[in-house]
Structures are given as structure tokens and as C-alpha cells.
């Protein structure tokens, strides 16, 4: 019984573990080259949100060196949460002034930061994009009363 524990434990259960190794050296043969670029769209969506100097949702670019990057919300103003939500929606205030639906996914990280991910399948038009979104919403935020945070 000790001995298939262990093996349990070091990784001897994971039968399917040829399927995710085979992913892994794909990624690696084919898209290596690829990760420049989404580090750079990363980097460029904090530099947006950093430029906004905003006193409700902030991002430290020393601290963007791949393509994930958080942004430190004022929990005062807006959950982690509640802010996600809101990048997932459109409103028609929105739609009126950026012309287009734009969705962004994110995840809450902690109870003050959301974390997101750029990827392969985001091109430089969506970044541009979701660089629109996040500074419509991130104003709107600003301005609204705290009282009215929750979406």
C-alpha cells in the first residue's frame, strides 16, 4: 500500500500524461516565437492602464515581464469580481462611443487584483480593442460614486 502511494504522489497515476507532454512539444517547436508577441500586447494593455493614472485600478509595469499581467483594484470602488463582470458586458453607452462589442475575459485573483492573460489567438487589432474597453470601463468606474460600484 506504501509503495503505490507513493508512486501516486510522484506522478505514477497521470496515465494520460503522453497527451499534455505532446501539447508541451508542439507549443515548443511552433510557437516559441510567437511568445514576443504576447508579451508585447501584455505589456502594451498595462501601459494603458497605467496611463490612466486612475485612483481605482492600477498596474506596476516593472512588474509585466510575460504576457500575464494584474491590475490592483481599490476595493473600495469596485471588487475584483464585480469588475470582471463588467469587462464581460456591453453596455450602450459602449456600443454608442466605441462602435463595437468588445468582450474581455479576466479573472479575479485576489481580493484586490484581477489578473489577465494574453495568448496566441489575440491579434494586435484586439489588443487595440481591448485597450478601448478597459479605458472606458476604468472611467467609468472613476466616476461613478462609490456607493454605486456593484454591478
Keep these: 500500500f506504501r509503495g503505490l502511494r507513493l508512486r501516486k504522489a510522484l506522478g505514477g497515476g497521470m496515465r494520460q500524461v503522453g497527451m499534455l507532454a505532446a501539447a508541451a512539444l508542439y507549443a515548443l517547436d ?41 491590475a490592483h483594484l481599490n476595493p473600495d470602488a469596485i471588487s475584483p469580481e464585480d469588475f470582471c463582470t463588467r469587462l464581460a458586458m456591453v453596455s450602450d453607452a459602449e456600443m454608442s462611443e466605441l462602435g463595437e462589442a468588445i468582450v ?14 494574453t495568448h496566441r489567438d489575440i491579434d494586435s487589432e484586439q489588443v487595440d480593442a481591448a485597450i478601448a474597453k478597459l479605458k472606458f470601463v476604468i472611467q467609468e ?11
Design 30 to 70: 511552433h510557437n516559441v516565437d510567437r511568445l514576443a508577441d504576447d508579451h508585447k500586447h501584455a505589456r502594451l494593455l498595462a501601459q494603458a492602464v497605467s496611463s490612466m493614472e486612475s485612483s481605482c485600478v492600477k498596474t506596476f509595469l516593472e512588474d509585466v515581464h510575460t504576457n500575464i499581467f494584474l
Design 104 to 117: 474581455i475575459k479576466a479573472m479575479p485573483w485576489s481580493n484586490t487584483e484581477v489578473r489577465f492573460v
Design 141 to 151: 468606474v472613476d466616476s461613478r460614486p462609490q456607493e454605486q460600484m456593484a454591478i
